[in-house]
């Protein structure tokens, strides 16, 4: 049985490339059934169905039954997580309801996470005097284990490693992503730019300087092999 997928974040820059991608892709990329896009407005529902042919859906995602019944009735053993990268609450519901079709359907079910570079930087406390790599094998001890003065970065690695654990306790396949830090134009029907740098570059022309707001090094979290 193909697999259906959900996307949540349908309307911002990485939720809307993806529906843009997976049908320019014309279903040769890779196998899948049918694509879900989560949605919270009547006109959000109109543009994924309209341009990407996708299903909208709506879910409360404070409710542990409701995702759990929206997932099995609809056979979605896939979901990417786009919404918030701080916080694995949500995640962790999506994983008991993948647990649960997993079990009823008899399929693999995978959850996708979407996490941020700089949680692979000295703002974590990782070593910044060697490379490492996503396929090293003590990875996660490096990553559960380190030692952050910024609490925001240490909140959002914790969410990964937690996100990690959960999945792997419910049978859950999980995948952190990191994606680049530049992204370029987004190419969905909502947000086309990324938040990140276009917030620093505004932040600059209003003062009209550059300015380093802390002591490190200034070593990336992201080479180019």
């Known amino acids: 049985m193909a697999p ?27 196998t899948y059934g049918h694509v879900y896009a989560l949605v919270r407005t009547d006109e959000q529902a109109k543009q994924v169905k309209a341009l990407y042919n996708a299903t909208p859906i709506t879910i409360n995602l404070s409710n542990q039954a409701e995702i759990t019944e929206k997932l099995i009735d609809n056979k979605i053993s896939i979901v990417f997580y786009l919404i918030d990268a701080y916080k694995p609450d949500t995640q962790l519901l999506f994983i008991n309801a993948l647990e649960a079709v997993g079990k009823k359907l008899n399929v693999t079910t995978h959850v996708l996470h979407t996490s941020g570079a700089k949680l692979f930087s000295g703002f974590v406390g990782h070593p910044t005097d060697r490379t490492f790599s996503d396929a ?8 559960k284990h380190r030692q952050s003065k910024f609490e925001p970065m240490a909140k959002a690695t914790d ?27 987004g190419t969905g029907f909502g947000n086309k730019i990324s938040i990140q740098t276009t917030d620093i570059v505004r932040a600059a022309k209003a003062i009209r300087r550059v300015r380093k707001v802390d002591d490190l090094n200034g070593v990336s979290a ?3 092999w």
């Open 159 to 185: 969410a990964n490693s937690t996100i990690i654990e959960a999945a792997e306790a419910k049978g859950v396949r999980s995948y952190i992503f990191i994606p680049c830090i530049v992204y370029g134009k």
């Open 4 to 30: 259906n997928i959900l996307i949540t974040g349908g309307s911002g820059y990485l939720g809307g490339s993806l529906l843009e991608h997976l049908k320019s892709s014309n279903n040769t990329v890779s």
């Open 222 to 224: 992201i080479l180019d």
């Open 136 to 143: 090293d094998e003590d990875l996660f001890e490096l990553q």
